[in-house]
């Protein structure tokens, strides 16, 4: 059988020079990057938060003007500004489909609480506690 390095041990030798290399490596990076995570996140929510009017000026309900929405369209950048339209849209589809959903999920409970008064065998993981 041939060997790869010239000493029949070199090869693990070298190996667990690598992994024990590696696991030094690990250990220092867990213990620095939390705190890297900790100082530098912040920063990053800061910068991305829009400075936007708060509604104080006289004559103002809140709602952003346009020439006001084209300058915190230019502060912020198109990219920033697309993701915020991008979940302005996301929020108003979930609050759209809020009612349907909870139309469906009273269906469902009438349909538990149906099967409950048929003295029907249910497993008890799928039996609810009543509240009262």
């Given at each position: 059988?041939?060997?790869?390095?010239?000493?029949?041990?070199?090869?693990?030798?070298?190996?667990?020079?690598?992994?024990?290399?590696?696991?030094?490596?690990?250990?220092?990076?867990?213990?620095?990057?939390?705190?890297?995570?900790?100082?530098?996140?912040?920063?990053?929510?800061?910068?991305?938060?829009?400075?936007?009017g708060d509604g104080s000026e006289p004559g103002t309900s809140g709602a952003p003007v346009e020439g006001q929405i084209a300058s915190d369209k230019d502060a912020l950048g198109d990219q920033t500004y697309q993701k915020i339209n991008l979940l302005r849209d996301k929020v108003s589809r979930n609050v759209a489909a809020l009612p349907i959903v909870l139309k469906r999920l009273k269906e469902c409970m009438s349909n538990i609480d149906k099967l409950d008064s048929q003295n029907t065998f249910i497993h008890p993981a799928f039996k609810r506690k009543r509240t009262s």
């Open positions: 059988m041939a060997s790869l390095g010239s000493e029949p041990g070199s090869d693990a030798d070298e190996l667990e020079t690598q992994v024990t290399e590696m696991a030094e490596k690990i250990l220092e990076f867990r213990a620095t990057v939390s705190e890297q995570l900790k100082n530098t996140l912040p920063s990053i929510i800061e910068a991305g938060r829009p400075v936007l």
